[in-house]
């Protein structure tokens, strides 16, 4: 029997989620208040406060021994997907955000003294900066700037994984079209077990969604800055978490709009048919990068994950536009934790090759 540990650190909560023989024994969820958290000078200086209830919740359940404690992989130098060790390198990256700061990088420093105390190897999984995009894919047409990989790595390798199961098709064979829908969205072109290709949205890639703008042209963007319409910070909050359905509907709940929409709200009506078209067009977006001369063959699904595959108005009406390009799959109720124990345990089992963390020199500060 296998104890696999997943510690999953949010903007204002803790899961905790303990498998065995990969099933959940145990779940737990610490939330913290907004005015909790302001008092601390930044992510790091919350490691006490996240680590003593992990504690406690392994206490009360009588728990002793454990063969692998899986973390939230946080902003780490740009890697390729799968199954990292937690090492000093790695942890003094996270300390001094060289690579940004985000509450997920406390998944690793957590997970590794919890592996201290109980056992176990101490490893990340599929972090958000997983980089495998193609060279083509990096040039834009400013050569100060690069296109980088960020994007929902765990939620869009478990949903396709899934998919291939279903379909009985090789992952690290197939071609998918991964769509993760949430309070973000990413999209990623998965060929032959690599990410090759997303729409980043910590960036602003890709369509709009519940919060973030998505895409927007350039010119009249630098205009809003030039007449004094937005400033930098005001433009940055707007583009990654007071943009998207919530510039537009005043609530980035879309159960609430989906009622919007079916109580006759046209307004409503017609934001949800644009977010659908724009999501579309950028799932098509990627085809070519799947679908090329030396390898013509169709993907084999486009997959839809994430809390926005709920809706049966959005799914019904992407279903409808992306069918004419592949089989949809639809994914639901996988969770991040054990998309993070099934590499775990992969990993433990030998089935995958657990690696070491390079870094490297460059700086790279997300949003």
């Not at 300390?95 to 406390?106: A, I, S, T, V």
């Not at 709200?265 to 579309?280: H, L, N, P």
């Not at 067009?281 to 169709?298: I, M, Y």
């Amino acid at each position: 029997m296998k104890n696999i540990l997943t510690i999953n650190p949010g903007s204002t909560s803790t899961k905790v989620v303990l498998f065995r023989d990969f099933e959940p024994a145990l779940s737990h969820e610490v939330k913290y208040f907004r005015s909790e958290l302001a008092g601390f000078s930044d992510v790091w200086s919350q490691f006490a406060l996240r680590l003593e209830p992990i504690l406690a919740v392994l206490d009360q359940a009588g728990e002793n021994r454990l063969d692998a404690v899986v973390g939230r992989g946080g902003l780490l130098a740009p890697l390729p997907g799968g199954v990292y060790r937690i090492d000093e390198r790695m942890l003094e990256d996270l300390r001094l955000r060289r690579f940004g700061e985000h509450p997920c990088n406390l998944g690793a420093p957590l997970a590794l003294e919890v592996s201290r105390r109980f056992g176990g190897s101490a490893l990340i999984v599929d972090p958000v900066v997983t980089d495998e995009l193609c060279p083509e894919a990096r040039l834009t047409g400013l050569p100060q700037i690069s296109r980088r990989s960020t994007f929902h790595a765990l939620s869009q390798r478990g949903a396709a994984r899934e998919a291939a199961r279903r379909l009985g098709v090789d992952y690290d064979n197939g071609k998918f079209l991964v769509a993760h829908l949430g309070g973000g969205i990413s999209i990623g072109a998965h060929r032959r077990g690599r990410v090759v290709d997303v729409t980043n949205a910590l960036d602003g890639e890709g369509p709009m969604s519940p919060e973030r703008s998505g895409t927007l042209p350039i010119l009249p963007l630098l205009q809003l800055l030039e007449d004094g319409v937005m400033d930098l910070p005001g433009l940055r909050r707007a583009v990654l978490r007071e943009g998207g359905l919530f510039a537009h509907l005043g609530t980035n709940d879309f159960r609430e709009i989906e009622e919007m929409v079916q109580q006759g709200d046209a307004r409503a009506a017609s934001v949800v048919a644009a977010f659908v078209y724009a999501t579309t067009r950028h799932v098509a977006s990627l085809l070519p990068a799947l679908v090329t001369p030396d390898d013509p063959r169709p993907v084999d699904a486009i997959v839809l994950a994430g809390g926005l595959a709920h809706s049966d108005l959005l799914v019904r009406d992407l279903s409808a536009r992306l069918a004419p390009w592949g089989r949809v799959e639809v994914v639901l109720g996988l969770t991040e934790a054990r998309v993070m124990a099934e590499s775990g345990l992969a990993a433990l089992e030998g089935r995958v090759e657990v690696q070491d963390y390079v870094g490297n020199d460059s700086e790279i500060h997300h949003p």
